[in-house]
C-alpha cells in the first residue's frame, strides 16, 4: 500500500487550485439514473470514489464517457464525463459495491422512482459511526413506496409510481435530503420536505434536476419544495468547488504558515469555517479569483467550534481544524455532533505530541510548541488529510499509511501541496 512521507517545516505559497466537489459530483453522477438521455459533467474531480461510483453505475447498465483533456487542463483540472442512463439491465446494487461506498446507497430513489423498483444492499458500518438509513426509508415510504428488508438488501417496489408527499426529517439529514429529492422529482403531485439540509451540495444537484426539466424550489433553505414531472432530459451541469478541500488546504496554509491563492475557491460556501480561521489570526482574503490565505510567523490563537449542519461549521472539517489548534497558543474545544464516532484521528495525532483529551463529544486539545514527525494511520478521509495537516508543521518526517483513503477523496494532494513548496512525497507500496 502507499505511503505519503512529509518533511515538516517548510512554508506553502503560490497558487492551489481547488476541484470540483466530491460530494456534489457523486449524487450528481447518481441523478444520471433519472434520465434516458446523456447528462454531462464538468469539473469532476478525478478520484478513487469517483471512479468506483461509475463501476456501480455501469452495473446498472450506465454508459460512460471521459471526454478529452482540453488545451490548458492538466491531470489537477477535473474531467467532463458523459453518464447515460437509456438501457437499465439491473436495478440491483450489490454488498461488495455499495459497503465500499455509502453514497452509492443513494441509487435506490433514482431506480426506484423511474424504474418501480431497486434492491440495494444495507450499506453496513463505517469508521465514522454507524450511520443508518432509517430517514432515506422513511422518504421513500412518505413517497409510497414499499420497503422490504431481504437477506441484508433494502428491496423498493412502487407498482404504481411514486406519489408526492410531506416528507418531515425529524433530524437533518444531506443523504436523506438527496435521496428524497431524486424520488420526488419523478413523483406524480407536489413534495415538500421539511427540515431539509441546506449545504451547498444539495443546492447544486438542485441546479442540475432543474436543468434536466425538474422542478424544484427552495434548495439550500430547510423547505424544499418539489413538483413532480414525467420524465427527466439530459443536460451539462459543472460541479461546484470542493469547500471541504478549500477549508483543508486553508487550515494547512494556517499550520505551515506561508500566503497561498486556492484558485476557484468560494467563501461563502464555507464562511463559518472561514471565520474561524480568522478567529485564529490567519488572514482571509476572497478575491475574485479564489480566497487568499496567509499567516506570518505569529502564533494562532485558540477557538471554540460545535459541528452542525450547514452553514455551521463542517463535521468534515473537524479533524482538520483539530489538528491546526494542536499548535495554538492556548486550549480549543472542538465538540462533534453530527457523528458519534469521528475522534479516530486524536490517538494518531498524539503520536506526533498533540495533547488531546477526549470526554464524550467534546475534544479539548491543548496547543503545544512542537510536534515531531512519526509513522501514523488513519481509519477515514478527513482524519488522514488531518494527519497530512499536523505532518506540514511537525518537526522531521511523518510517514501516512493507508493513503487510499486520502485517494477517495482529494485529487493530485501531493502535487498541489509540492507546488506550494511542501516536502510531501508518494512512496509506492
Ligand atoms: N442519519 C440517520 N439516519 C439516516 C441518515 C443519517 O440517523 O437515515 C444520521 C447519520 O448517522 C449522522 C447524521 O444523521 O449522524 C447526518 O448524516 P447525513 O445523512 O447528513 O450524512 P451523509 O449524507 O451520510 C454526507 C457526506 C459526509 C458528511 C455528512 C455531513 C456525502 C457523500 N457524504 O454524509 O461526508 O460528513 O454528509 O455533512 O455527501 C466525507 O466526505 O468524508 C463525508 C463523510
Not at 450506465?62 to 439491465?89: F, K, N, W, Y
Not at 506550494?420 to 512525497?425: K, M, Y
Amino acid at each position: 500500500m502507499d505511503r505519503i512521507v512529509i518533511t515538516g517545516g517548510a512554508p506553502l505559497t503560490g497558487v492551489l487550485p481547488i476541484s470540483g466537489a466530491k460530494n456534489a459530483a457523486l449524487p450528481l453522477m447518481i441523478a444520471s439514473l433519472l434520465t434516458g438521455d446523456t447528462l454531462e459533467l464538468a469539473n469532476v474531480p478525478r478520484l478513487a470514489d469517483v471512479q468506483l461510483l461509475l463501476r456501480i453505475l455501469g452495473n446498472h447498465g450506465v454508459d460512460h464517457t471521459v471526454v478529452g483533456r482540453r488545451p490548458g487542463e492538466s491531470a489537477e483540472t477535473g474531467q467532463t464525463l458523459r453518464l447515460c442512463a437509456s438501457t437499465i439491465i439491473d436495478t440491483t446494487a450489490p454488498y461488495e459495491l455499495v459497503s465500499r461506498m455509502r453514497a452509492s446507497f443513494w441509487v435506490i430513489a433514482p431506480l426506484v422512482a423511474r424504474f418501480g423498483e431497486a434492491r440495494v444492499s444495507l450499506p453496513g458500518g463505517c469508521a465514522i459511526g454507524t450511520r443508518p438509513v432509517d430517514l432515506l426509508i422513511l422518504a421513500l415510504e412518505r413517497l409510497g413506496a414499499q420497503i422490504e428488508i431481504e437477506a441484508g438488501d433494502v428491496v423498493a417496489r412502487t407498482p404504481k409510481g411514486l406519489k408526492g408527499a410531506e416528507i418531515v426529517f425529524p433530524k437533518v439529514t444531506v443523504s436523506g435530503t438527496h435521496v428524497a429529492m431524486m424520488a420526488a422529482v419523478l413523483a406524480n403531485g407536489t413534495t415538500v420536505i421539511e427540515n431539509a439540509a441546506r449545504e451547498p451540495e444539495i443546492v447544486d444537484v438542485a441546479d442540475c434536476l432543474n436543468k434536466m426539466g425538474a422542478k424544484v424550489s427552495g434548495a439550500g433553505t430547510p423547505t424544499i419544495v418539489i413538483e413532480g414531472v414525467p420524465r427527466l432530459g439530459g443536460a451539462r451541469h459543472e460541479v461546484l468547488p470542493d469547500r471541504i478541500e478549500t477549508g483543508t488546504y486553508a487550515m494547512a496554509v494556517a499550520m505551515a504558515g506561508g500566503d497561498v491563492l486556492l484558485e476557484n475557491a468560494r467563501a461563502p460556501l464555507l464562511q463559518s469555517a472561514l471565520d474561524t480561521l480568522v478567529q485564529a489570526g490567519v488572514t482571509i482574503d476572497p478575491t475574485n479569483a479564489g480566497i487568499r490565505v496567509a499567516r506570518n510567523g505569529a502564533g494562532l490563537d485558540p477557538v471554540d467550534v460545535t459541528t452542525e449542519p450547514f452553514p455551521g461549521f463542517p463535521t468534515d472539517l473537524q479533524a482538520q481544524l483539530m489538528a491546526l489548534m494542536t499548535r495554538a497558543k492556548g486550549t480549543s474545544r472542538i465538540r462533534e455532533t453530527i457523528f458519534e464516532n469521528r475522534f479516530m484521528h486524536v490517538q494518531e495525532l498524539a503520536r506526533l505530541g498533540a495533547r488531546i483529551r477526549l470526554d464524550g463529544d467534546l475534544a479539548t486539545v491543548e496547543g503545544v510548541e512542537r510536534l515531531r514527525g512519526a509513522p501514523v494511520m488513519a481509519t477515514d478521509l478527513r482524519a488522514s488529510v488531518s494527519l497530512v495537516i499536523a505532518g506540514l508543521a511537525a518537526e522531521g518526517e511523518t510517514t501516512i499509511n493507508r493513503v487510499y483513503h486520502l485517494d477517495r477523496g482529494f485529487e493530485a494532494l501531493e502535487a498541489k501541496l509540492t507546488r506550494c513548496g511542501a516536502q510531501v512525497e508518494r512512496v509506492r507500496g
